[in-house]
């Protein structure tokens, strides 16, 4: 069958990313088929393969709309920092800090993406071009930060502190260390220091 893009501007359409969404993030990519997804949304299996082509272009929908959940919620929080004068310089990247904690707390099966790797990386999924990307996107978050910041070294930094966010990200959802984001941003203030 071949595959189509997501549709989900038709009704039906929506429903099925919206239910697939749910159902992947709290249950796993590998332990929900076509016919829950289908049953739940309320359409056939035919409706869903019309829709999307195929489960793994499902897959792939569903990641790219968390990633443009997580840009838009996190952007707009940044923003919102700055133009207050609450987060100017490096405590740009403190504040990035702050707000991956603030939704880590709302989203207790931790970071989808790392979820989804789990399960679909070293793999020729469509999936894991957008885990890629979501990847990438928050290395270059800190790295653009640290450069706005003026340091000269924003890319050997940047990351560094991205790694602080992913592990920080996974040892909070896993409950190794309830206060990983607090650690994160001790780590990275003492990191972003001046010399001397």
Not at 61 to 77: D, I, K, N, P
Not at 84 to 93: C, D, I, K, N, Y
Request: hydrophobic share 45%; with cysteine.
């Amino acid at each position: 069958m071949p595959r189509r893009s997501p549709n989900p501007h038709t009704p039906a359409g929506e429903r099925i990313l919206t239910t697939a969404a749910d159902l992947f993030y709290h249950r796993g990519i590998r332990g929900v088929g076509v016919d829950l997804i289908a049953d739940q949304a309320g359409v056939t299996k035919k409706t869903l393969y019309d829709r999307f082509g195929s489960k793994d272009a499902l897959v792939a929908a569903y990641l790219t709309r968390r990633h443009e959940r997580w840009v838009t919620w996190f952007g707009e929080r940044l923003a919102a920092r700055r133009a207050a004068g609450s987060a100017r310089g490096v405590e740009q990247v403190v504040a990035a800090l702050e707000l991956a904690e603030e939704w880590a707390r709302e989203n207790e099966r931790g970071c989808a993406f790392v979820n989804a790797h789990g399960e679909i990386g070293g793999s020729e999924h469509p999936g894991n071009a957008v885990i890629l990307a979501d990847k990438l996107y928050m290395l270059g978050v800190f790295t653009d930060l640290l450069r706005d910041a003026g340091r000269p070294d924003a890319e050997e930094v940047g990351a560094q502190v991205h790694l602080l966010y992913e592990g920080a990200m996974v040892a909070y959802t896993t409950r190794a260390q309830p206060n990983a984001f607090a650690a994160a941003r001790a780590a990275a203030r003492a990191l972003l220091a001046p010399a001397g």
